[in-house]
């Protein structure tokens, strides 16, 4: 069974940073598009940031572009979010995706999910 495991959370400052990691149990991702998404409590599963299988594209939510970063390392199959200037309201859990084909920033648009990881930022 392919599974998606993220690690890297915890409980920072406000101006803190992290850096989330995903890697994939089963399987290789090298070849897909992969995707970072995140949940607060009462909230909707929103988009975080996406990175093309080559790394050669990426996008993010407006509200995160300029302090998240994400990228990956295809030869340990692992792809990053590094978030600097960390705020209260990117308090949420937060969720590795994987699609073989389709790269974009709807939770739909990818098959494989991880159980996420919980990121909670003090004021």
């Known amino acids: 069974q392919v599974q998606l495991v993220e690690s890297g959370g915890g409980l920072v400052q406000a101006g803190d940073s992290l850096r989330l990691s995903c890697a994939p149990s089963?399987?290789?991702?090298?070849?897909?598009?992969m995707g970072w998404f995140r949940q607060a409590p009462g909230k909707e599963r929103e988009f975080v940031a996406a990175?093309?299988?080559?790394?050669?594209?990426?996008s993010y939510a407006d509200s995160v572009k300029g302090r998240f970063t994400i990228s990956r390392a295809n030869a340990k199959n692992t792809v990053y979010l590094q978030m600097n200037s960390l705020k209260p309201e990117d308090t949420a859990v937060y969720y590795c995706?994987?699609?073989?084909?389709?790269?974009?920033?709807?939770?739909?648009?990818?098959?494989?999910w991880g159980q996420g990881t919980q990121v909670t930022v003090s004021s």
């Open positions: 990175i093309r299988w080559s790394g050669s594209r990426t």
């Open positions: 089963g399987r290789t991702f090298n070849n897909y598009h």
């Open positions: 995706a994987a699609d073989p084909s389709r790269y974009g920033s709807s939770p739909v648009e990818y098959i494989y």
